[in-house]
């Protein structure tokens, strides 16, 4: 099993960057997404997640409305595409996986069964 993250670097406030994960190792259409991250000395936390068939795509309060979380299931790779950025937003930012049925969509992180590498992103003031 692996998720390998990726898109993650330096923005000024207001900025964008699109995060990736590819899946690979497990049957990706089985399994909803979500995106995290963490600063150091925090827990880590939830972002957003996407269930299986995609139509339903919970986030935190924090990035309403400026993130927007997608999958492509023929590729196997969860996207996170963030706007007006924020220097709290900095943060290495992990995807993870959680077997679920259909519709299905948790944002407890102890549910989560894999986790990628994770990406740094840091915004700057």
């Known amino acids: 099993v692996q998720l390998q993250a990726s898109g993650g670097g330096f923005v000024q406030a207001g900025g964008s960057l699109t995060l990736s994960c590819a899946a690979s190792?497990?049957?990706?259409?089985?399994?909803?997404m979500g995106w995290f991250r963490q600063v150091p000395g925090k827990e880590r936390e939830f972002v957003a997640a996407?269930?299986?068939?995609?139509?339903?795509?919970p986030y935190a309060d924090s990035v309403k409305g400026r993130f927007t979380i997608s999958r492509d299931n023929d590729k196997k790779k969860v996207y996170l595409q963030m706007n007006n950025l924020k220097p709290e937003d900095t943060a290495v930012y992990y995807c993870?996986?959680?077997?679920?049925?259909?519709?299905?969509?948790?944002?407890?992180?102890?549910?989560?069964?894999?986790w990628g590498q994770g990406t740094l992103v840091t915004v700057s003031s």
């Open positions: 996407v269930s299986r068939g995609g139509n339903t795509t």
């Open positions: 993870a996986a959680d077997r679920t049925i259909m519709t299905v969509v948790t944002i407890d992180k102890d549910q989560y069964d894999y």
């Open positions: 190792g497990f049957t990706f259409t089985y399994y909803t």
